[in-house]
């Protein structure tokens, strides 16, 4: 009896550990699934592995149940005063017509590239052909040159942010740095910042235009000349949080760090390197996420004005076009916007907290 008691508690114990290693497990996940969104997916995961039950569903409430009855409650007040403002195109569409639109943008793109691949299989015969006649010197390459469809927009437009995105960061982390490091550059620098950063897309758009019209003479098919006006407006609007950031997180760093650096004969690139770079990284991720999400909103502007092939250009096309279908085209476009402007934050906040140690919400 005393044998068979032992063995179950044994048993119980063992159960207990391996509970208590899942559940460590987990919080570790958790982490990365709060930095994507995803966080309301680990008190599902603690309940499975077999968690305090009442206090999970405590969790699941705050994180996944009120957020669900706030979007319902948006959607139902949508759906019941969308119909009753009427407008020079009809009523508001209510979320059943954006849904319906949605999916039609959807069919089109795949009816667009079922287009493109047929256009390719015949190329391919053709030129197949003229191989087993022997006249291999008439083959000919061509690109289909369809209209582009609300994915290909949708791409165009995080090419477009992603190159601002990556001017605007190489530009502004060195000069944060040197900020600073440097009371004298920051005293330069500082009135600049000032006068600039609050300078709208629309006031830079004409200077950016003519300039990069006189430089970029032969643009390529992979940067035409409106992707680069357009990301470049980008870069002018989105510089100045990182740049800001980044010269507060220097500037605040522990004296007794640069003081060792001194001491220890440093070069400056190894202190920037080595001691200044690692204690500013939270802030200067902060930064980053903040001048991602204002070139973001910029693009939609640019697009607009510079014609470039994305988002902001087909809602400026859907307002031009002035169809039945425009208003709820316009709402998918406008949801689309918000949806990756937030997919856009929560990567940037797993890379904060991938090279972080700490990190700011």
């Given at each position: 009896m005393t044998n068979a008691t032992d063995i179950?508690?044994?048993?119980?114990?063992?159960?207990?550990?391996?509970?208590?290693?899942?559940?460590?497990?987990?919080?570790?996940?958790?982490?990365?699934?709060?930095?994507?969104?995803?966080?309301?997916?680990?008190?599902?995961?603690?309940?499975?592995?077999?968690?305090?039950?009442?206090?999970?569903?405590?969790?699941?409430?705050?994180?996944?149940?009120?957020?669900?009855?706030g979007i319902l409650a948006f959607l139902l007040a949508w759906g019941v005063l969308a119909p009753r403002v009427q407008t020079s195109l009809g009523a508001i569409p209510g979320p059943v017509a954006v849904a319906e639109q949605a999916h039609v943008l959807w069919n089109d793109h795949l009816a667009e590239r079922a287009k493109a691949a047929a256009f390719y299989e015949r190329q391919d015969a053709r030129n197949a052909k003229l191989v087993a006649e022997g006249k291999a010197d008439q083959v000919k390459e061509r690109v289909y040159?369809?209209?582009?469809?609300?994915?290909?927009?949708?791409?165009?437009?995080?090419?477009t942010v992603g190159l601002g995105f990556v001017i605007a960061t190489a530009i502004a982390v060195p000069l944060g740095i040197a900020s600073g490091l440097s009371r004298t550059f920051n005293g330069?620098?500082?009135?600049?910042?000032?006068?600039?950063?609050?300078?709208?897309?629309?006031?830079?758009?004409p200077i950016v235009t003519m300039i990069i019209s006189a430089l970029y003479t032969n643009p390529s098919e992979m940067l035409p000349k409106s992707l680069v006006?357009?990301?470049?407006?980008?870069?002018?609007?989105?510089?100045?949080?990182?740049?800001?950031?980044?010269?507060?997180?220097?500037?605040?760093?522990?004296?007794?760090?640069?003081?060792?650096?001194?001491?220890?004969?440093?070069?400056?690139?190894?202190?920037?390197?080595?001691?200044?770079?690692?204690?500013?990284?939270p802030l200067i991720f902060t930064g980053l996420r903040l001048s991602l999400g204002v070139g973001w909103m910029v693009l939609i502007a640019a697009e607009m004005l510079?014609?470039?092939?994305?988002?902001?250009?087909?809602?400026?096309?859907?307002?031009?076009?002035?169809?039945?279908?425009?208003?709820?085209?316009?709402?998918?476009?406008?949801?689309?916007?918000?949806?990756?402007?937030?997919?856009?934050?929560?990567?940037?906040?797993?890379?904060?907290?991938?090279?972080?140690f700490s990190s700011n919400r």
């Open positions: 179950i508690s044994q048993d119980s114990a063992v159960r207990a550990a391996r509970r208590e290693a899942l559940l460590q497990r987990i919080n570790r996940v958790a982490v990365w699934l709060n930095a994507f969104g995803l966080g309301w997916l680990a008190p599902i995961l603690r309940i499975l592995a077999g968690d305090n039950a009442s206090e999970q569903f405590a969790e699941l409430k705050k994180v996944l149940f009120i957020p669900l009855a040159t369809g209209r582009p469809t609300y994915i290909d927009q949708i791409l165009t437009s995080l090419l330069a620098i500082n009135p600049l910042i000032q006068i600039f950063k609050p300078v709208s897309p629309l006031a830079w758009l006006i357009s990301a470049v407006t980008v870069t002018l609007c989105s510089l100045w949080p990182t740049l800001i950031n980044t010269a507060l997180g220097v500037a605040s760093i522990d004296k007794d760090l640069v003081n060792v650096g001194k001491v220890l004969q440093l070069s400056t690139a190894t202190t920037v390197r080595k001691l200044v770079l690692p204690s500013a990284l510079a014609q470039n092939p994305g988002l902001g250009k087909f809602v400026w096309d859907e307002f031009q076009n002035g169809s039945a279908a425009s208003l709820a085209r316009i709402m998918v476009a406008v949801l689309t916007i918000g949806i990756i402007g937030f997919m856009l934050d929560r990567v940037m906040y797993a890379l904060q907290q991938a090279f972080t």
